[in-house]
């Protein structure tokens, strides 16, 4: 029925909205290595796209994981990722560094926000669209 596959990588996963850092800090996050390993093997089997889960990069953190960020863009094509960016705050960074073509996943209640972001109606000063 057209369906693909998107598998999702990350560094940290089963935390959810009210976990603290604190707590996500006890459990500890995987080698970043690991999901770049990963999304290689699935580009070679030709998944067309990985999704990038928050938690432990941009998600219940006390400072975001942007070196996980800049070794998956690195190493995997960017048209393969997709980024979870789960707040405003979050996707603009994203929109700032790697433009306004940078593919993210959203919340359906912030489509607005992030389609006027990109289109440099709406943004912080930073916004490169403006």
């Not at 998956?72 to 980024?83: A, C, G, N, T, Y």
């Not at 603009?92 to 607005?112: A, P």
Request: charged share 30%; aromatic share 8%; with cysteine.
């Amino acid at each position: 029925m057209g369906l693909k596959a998107k598998p999702e990588l990350g560094i940290q996963f089963g935390a959810g909205g009210d976990t603290s850092a604190e707590d996500l800090e006890a459990t500890g996050t995987s080698d970043p290595s690991k999901v770049i390993d990963l999304g290689k093997k699935f580009i070679e089997v030709r998944v067309e796209e990985m999704m990038i889960e928050s938690e432990g990069i941009t998600e219940n953190v006390k400072s975001w994981r942007t070196d996980v960020i800049q070794a998956i863009l690195r190493d995997l094509r960017s048209e393969k990722v997709m980024f979870e960016a789960a707040d405003p705050p979050v996707f603009n960074w994203y929109v700032r560094e790697f433009g306004i073509d940078v593919n993210l996943f959203v919340e359906h209640s912030q489509i607005v926000q992030l389609t006027c972001l990109r289109s440099g109606i709406w943004g912080m000063a930073d916004n490169p669209a403006r």
